[in-house]
């Protein structure tokens, strides 16, 4: 088997052959996967190796909020690097510290503690192990039209089909409505979803509930904002019962709303 390492030197066809023949890629059909091979990026277009230029409507996903080859992502990059590259996590280092205190300075409400993570389901999954264990209490409540990751917990949690294929997943997950049935664009009206959904919880046990999470604006359901009322409502709801409220904002926080997080639109923390 020959190994072919030199940067920069293979065609589209090369870099696609090699990536099917040896990598797995999430979401597809292998057989049927038919990628598009990326040489480089810069501000709102990628290129590949012979030069096509495509738009990049989808900010990856839903990642690069300021454009490819931004000059300060690749210095601070590059001198973090050559600086420290690694320390376990009983080891603290000044980025750790100062992003810390800057995110905490830019949470809603009295929210001041940070938890790291690599990705949006892995946050996921500890905010349902962190609801778990400060609550003592094991169901967690989601929607269907949602998506919060494609690990065994969240996917469990995720209500749209995706998650067919991984079942029977976690156990002691609930569903309650949405506030846009499957094929509509407006939204029930918040009174009524909020009414069925503490119906849901009563049926549960709402003492049994270890949190609700929602997507504070659907994602790739469909975009869906909530309908005036909703989300304090369902802070509400959660207060009444002693239960924790989970926004997972991977699509929608850092500015992509307009505020730094969703949430903050609606005064809910």
Same mark, same amino acid.
């Given at each position: ?17 090699? !990536? ?7 979401? !597809? ?75 905490? !300075?830019l949470m809603p409400g009295d929210i001041d503690k940070v938890f790291f993570t690599l990705g949006g389901a892995e946050a996921n999954e500890n905010a349902i192990k962190f609801a778990r264990q400060y609550s003592g209490r094991h169901k967690i409540a989601a929607r269907y039209r949602s998506y919060h990751g494609a690990t065994a917990g969240v996917m469990t949690l995720t209500g749209d089909p ?7 997943? &976690?156990?002691?997950?609930?569903? &309650?409505? #949405? ?59 959660? #207060? ?7 926004? #997972? ?21």
């Amino acid at each position: 088997m020959s190994v072919e390492m030199a940067s920069g030197s293979m065609t589209s066809e090369e870099m696609v052959r090699l !990536s099917r023949e040896y990598t797995l890629f999430p979401w !597809s059909a292998q057989g049927a996967v038919d990628p598009i091979a990326i040489d480089h990026a810069e501000g709102v277009y990628l290129y590949t190796p012979d030069g096509r230029r495509i738009l990049d409507f989808n900010s990856q996903l839903m990642s690069v909020n300021i454009g490819h080859g931004d000059r300060r992502v690749i210095d601070a990059i590059t001198a973090q690097a050559a600086k420290l590259q690694y320390v376990q996590p009983t080891m603290v280092t000044e980025v750790r510290a100062r992003l810390g205190q800057k995110l905490a !300075s830019l949470m809603p409400g009295d929210i001041d503690k940070v938890f790291f993570t690599l990705g949006g389901a892995e946050a996921n999954e500890n905010a349902i192990k962190f609801a778990r264990q400060y609550s003592g209490r094991h169901k967690i409540a989601a929607r269907y039209r949602s998506y919060h990751g494609a690990t065994a917990g969240v996917m469990t949690l995720t209500g749209d089909p995706r998650r067919w294929a991984n079942e029977p997943g &976690i156990s002691g997950v609930v569903r &309650i409505p #949405d506030t846009h049935p499957w094929g509509q664009a407006e939204p029930r009206p918040s009174d009524e979803v909020l009414h069925e959904t503490e119906l849901v919880l009563q049926y549960e046990g709402p003492q049994t509930i270890a949190a609700i999470i929602i997507e504070t604006v659907v994602g790739t359901n469909g975009i869906l904002i909530p309908p005036e009322g909703y989300l304090p409502g369902l802070r509400a709801l959660c #207060d009444r019962y002693g239960i924790l409220l989970i926004c #997972d904002e991977v699509m929608a926080g850092f500015g992509r709303t307009g505020r730094w997080f969703a949430v903050d639109n609606w005064g809910v923390v």
